[in-house]
């Protein structure tokens, strides 16, 4: 089956974006993977795939999946390149849209200087809400994690949803950050039902971070919307930051405000397209 795609970016987290209201597109895992491969495929961080809505009021339904196959409910640099996306291929002249996803309903906004934010929503930290098991709702956990060597490590994490699970640790230095070798056990902790994103944060003065996230599903990337909002929230709650906070990723920066309790987390960033082609997906 041949499809048409877009390969794109927001901050050098990169995606195959595929528009799935003018062409069938019937997606396996095994689909995702080969999209997703850097040597045979197109090669991408993540899938995106733009459907029409099934519910009034609502522009468009938008998939996620990582480049493991894996489908999963939300990416902010995602959703960025998803607005750009639809407003280059003429699917809407809206700069403001609702966009159903599987963890609810988002309003991305394009910017008159091409940048685009999204309301995330509220963020989320009850253990059953992200889901992560634990037996007290306390805003510092002690996570313990044994490598290939058995040796036990134990970390200080944040545990919060931005509609994808996530972990947060504070770290002196995320150039030093043993990202590659503690990312993994983060991920597929026990803890975690639903396997988490694992953030590295710096914090640099009040309002700037610097961060590194290693995703779920795809190992780290050079920038993790979801990540930059979660890092930020868990920063607000220990009282080491004051919104609005720039997150300094890899790939470049994003702005990121929380009101506090109650609030939708806002982000602000660009999105950029690289080039569209077509591929034939393997039978």
């Known amino acids: 089956m041949k499809i048409r795609f877009a390969k794109m970016h927001g901050l050098g987290n990169d995606f195959v974006v595929i528009d799935a209201v003018r062409q069938d597109v019937a997606l396996t895992p095994a689909a995702a993977r080969f999209l997703a491969d850097r040597h045979f495929g197109v090669g991408c961080d993540q899938i995106l795939i733009v459907e029409a809505p099934n519910h009034p009021g609502i522009d468009f339904r938008y998939r996620i999946f990582n480049a493991d196959g894996g489908e999963v409910e939300q990416c902010g640099n995602g959703a960025r390149c998803f607005v750009r996306f639809v407003h280059e291929q003429g699917l809407s002249e809206k700069r403001v849209l609702r966009v159903e996803t599987r963890s609810g309903v988002i309003a991305p906004r394009l910017e008159a200087d091409g940048e685009v934010t999204v309301d995330m929503g509220m963020p989320r930290f009850l253990p059953a809400e992200i889901p992560f098991e634990s037996d007290s ?66 914090v640099v003065e009040r309002h700037r971070i610097r961060l590194r996230v290693y995703e779920r599903g795809a190992g780290e990337t050079l920038a993790c919307g979801t990540g930059a909002c979660a890092a930020v929230v868990a920063g607000i709650r220990r009282g080491l930051l004051d919104s609005p906070v720039r997150v300094a990723t890899r790939g470049g920066e994003l702005l990121i405000s929380w009101a506090g309790e109650g609030a939708s987390v806002m982000m602000t960033g660009p999105a950029v397209t690289v080039f569209v082609g077509e591929i034939n997906l393997p039978e």
């Open 137 to 202: 709702t306390a805003l510092l956990q002690r996570l313990e994690t044994v490598d290939a060597d058995g040796r036990t490590h134990a970390f200080e994490i944040t545990a919060v949803s931005i509609g994808n699970p996530h972990a947060v640790q504070v770290v002196a230095d995320v150039d030093h950050a043993q990202v590659a070798q503690f990312g993994p056990l983060i991920e597929s902790h026990p803890r975690f039902p639903k396997r988490v994103n694992a953030g590295f944060m710096q």
